[in-house]
């Protein structure tokens, strides 16, 4: 840590501070879906290289480094629909530096009254909960509604003469997303006499490839059904379905009290990205193919020895600190940078004499913006 500190530049901070807010804003945005388990993966990947890497285990290290970059392309692919979701519904500056905000719950006592009143009217419904899964893949067409739930939209949504009645609802929240959505039917040959209905069988069917919960009214029969985990449940009473329903959501009562651990959460994984971070920027700075630079005193290389009438009584140099770039693993072992040889046999009185900076090694060189050359002030006295 005193190595880090010591060696650390302006540019490495910045450095390592921008990309540490990179990686946090990624788990901010991406924390409630199965592409950050994803880039977990691929980081544990990484360490596991480097591990190898440090033992000697050329072959390893190269297989996993091979891995890396092929999950890193699947996992755009695979969660191609996630991404796009959670950049469509946020701005910029939800994007780049907005805080998430306390989840809202879906309205459960107003989704059950609406059911209600629904199989009261014998009306045909299909509404869809989403879990972690995102069912955009398999559900077809649709319009993007992004609507308030009320029970007045929810009825005239599934009014028999709307255009969009006989599709699906996906409520995430306490927003409509979607209306008139067509859900993947079930291959299942039998279903029970009175759930065997299309939107039963889509119900399922979108049960049967997500983990979303969707609830069914049966037109004829006005009966209610939930569909979960490839099952079909006929629903007894309204207290049943709003049970099954903050199951599904997770709504507890701990959950309304639950700020100050998001916000621990969000603390641990702040540190956790930089302390990464940091790391990988330490593994690359002491890897003899990255150069870095690093600020060093200088010091006059005399050399013979001054006329026995002479004392050097003091010695200023200008500039007293220069700064050389070149391997990591090469500048931790150097201390000091010395100029070119100075005599002292040839000194005769007080002066100054320019010298160049001598560099033992072609893989070190001068920074930019600082002067290869020195200023040697020197003051001799004559011996009383």
């Known amino acids: 840590m005193f190595s880090f500190i010591q060696n650390i530049q302006l540019n490495d ?5 921008l990309n540490s807010y990179i990686l946090f804003r990624v788990y901010v945005l991406f924390k409630e879906t199965h592409l950050l388990r994803g880039i977990t993966g691929i980081a544990l990947l990484w360490f596991f290289q480097k591990l190898s890497d440090s033992m000697g285990l050329v072959v390893t290290s190269w297989i996993i480094q091979g891995f890396m970059a ?7 692919i695979i969660f191609r629909n996630e991404i796009r979701i959670v950049l469509q519904t946020r701005n910029w500056k939800e994007l780049i530096w907005g805080m998430p905000r306390k989840e809202t719950n879906t309205p459960v006592e107003l989704i059950v009254s609406s059911v209600d009143e629904l199989t009261r009217m014998k009306s045909g419904a299909l509404i869809v909960f989403p879990g972690k899964d995102d069912p955009e893949s398999i559900i077809q067409s649709g319009l993007s509604w992004y609507g308030l739930i009320s029970k007045e939209m929810i009825l005239s949504i599934f009014w028999k003469n709307n255009p969009v009645h006989d599709g699906a609802v996906i409520i995430r929240g ?12 079930t ?3 039998t279903l ?3 759930c065997n209905g299309t939107r039963h069988r889509a119900a399922l069917g979108l049960a049967e490839n997500t983990d979303a919960l969707v609830i069914v009214v049966s037109e004829e029969t006005g009966k209610v059904s939930v569909a979960k985990n490839s099952k079909l449940i006929q629903i007894s009473d309204d207290l049943e379905l709003a049970r099954r329903l903050h199951t599904h959501l997770g709504i507890t009562p701990e959950k309304s009290n639950s700020l100050k651990r998001e916000r621990l959460r969000l603390c641990i ?3 956790l990205s930089f302390l990464f971070i940091t790391g990988i920027w330490h593994s690359f700075t002491r890897n003899n193919d990255t150069l870095i630079s690093k600020k060093f005193p200088v010091q006059v290389d005399w050399s013979g020895k001054l006329p026995e009438n002479l004392i050097l009584e003091s010695v200023f140099l200008k500039p007293q600190k220069t700064t050389i770039k070149g391997p990591g693993q090469i500048l ?7 100029t070119e040889n100075v005599s002292l046999d040839d000194i005769k009185q007080t002066g100054t004499v320019t010298v160049n900076l001598a560099l033992n090694q072609e893989s070190l060189i001068i920074d930019h913006g600082n002067n290869d050359k020195i200023s040697v002030s020197y003051v001799v006295r004559n011996r009383y």
């Open 13 to 17: 901070a910045i450095d390592i501070l």
């Open 70 to 76: 092929i999950s890193a392309f699947i996992l755009i």
């Open 174 to 185: 306490n927003k409509i997303m979607k209306v008139g959505a067509i859900l993947p039917l």
């Open 187 to 189: 291959l299942r040959e």
């Open 192 to 194: 029970p006499a009175q």
């Open 269 to 271: 994984a702040a540190l």
């Open 332 to 338: 931790e072992s150097i201390s000091t940078i010395y």
